[in-house]
């Protein structure tokens, strides 16, 4: 069974960073786009940012272009997501996602909350 765990949520002030990671196993991560998803209690879940199975492209929803960044290591079968200038409105619940055609896995989620 294919699995994905996220850490590195938590408690942050705005304008602050936090950065998390996804650790996959059981499946062939170097093959699949890696997703970070985010969901607010009563809303959709809204993807954040996409990168390619080799790295080599990525693209983010225009909220968090410019203050997030998704990385990977296939050879740590890990994504992350750093993400800075953080605001009340970042706040929700942080998926990570593998997708690969009709494969498509998600992990369990990692809160993060933006408060003074």
């Known amino acids: 069974q294919a699995q994905l765990v996220e850490s590195g949520g938590g408690l942050v002030q705005p304008g602050g960073s936090l950065r998390l990671s996804c650790v996959a196993s059981?499946?062939?991560?170097?093959?699949?786009?890696m997703n970070w998803y985010r969901q607010v209690p009563g809303k959709e879940r809204e993807l954040v940012a996409t990168i390619t199975s080799t790295g080599g492209s990525t693209n983010y929803a225009d909220s968090v272009k410019g203050r997030f960044t998704i990385s990977r290591d296939n050879a740590k079968y890990a994504v992350y997501l750093q993400m800075n200038s953080l605001k009340p409105e970042d706040t929700a619940v942080y998926y990570c996602n593998a997708l690969l055609n009709t494969l498509n896995y998600w992990g369990r989620g990692t809160l993060v909350t933006v408060s003074s």
């Open positions: 059981r499946f062939t991560f170097s093959l699949y786009v």
